[in-house]
Nanobody
């Protein structure tokens, strides 16, 4: 059974940092692209980043470039999202998602939530001004 479990959300002030983790199980970690998405109230779900453990390639949305970093711990089958210099507009529920053979270079696919087969339950991030 495929499982993705997010952790690490919370409430911080603007300028602060959080690190999210996505613990995965039930599939071959190296074969999957793992994306982070977020959804603010009343807004569509949007991609934040994507990474593949096979070669460490990454993709970032323009809104988070230079502030967020995604990485993997292949021994733990876990993907991280380090979020620095947080802004109130980063507030939302953050989800990790997995899709087999998805590579971060495939931008049109990476940004489409419909492409991903497996999703976590989400973790809330709240940034106050």
């Amino acid at each position: 059974e495929v499982q993705l479990v997010e952790s690490g959300g919370g409430s911080v002030q603007a300028g602060g940092s959080l690190r999210l983790a996505c613990k995965t199980s039930g599939f071959i970690f190296d074969d999957y692209g793992i994306g982070w998405f977020r959804q603010a109230p009343g807004k569509e779900r949007e991609v934040v980043s994507c990474i593949t453990a096979s070669d460490g390639s990454t993709y970032y949305a323009n809104s988070v470039k230079g502030r967020f970093t995604t990485s993997t711990d292949n021994a733990l089958n876990t993907v991280y999202l380090q979020m620095n210099s947080l802004k109130p507009e980063d507030t939302g529920v953050y989800y990790c998602a997995a899709e087999q053979y998805l590579h971060p270079d495939f931008h049109l696919q990476v940004v489409d939530p419909g492409v991903y087969d497996y999703w976590g339950q989400g973790t809330q991030v709240t940034v106050s001004s």
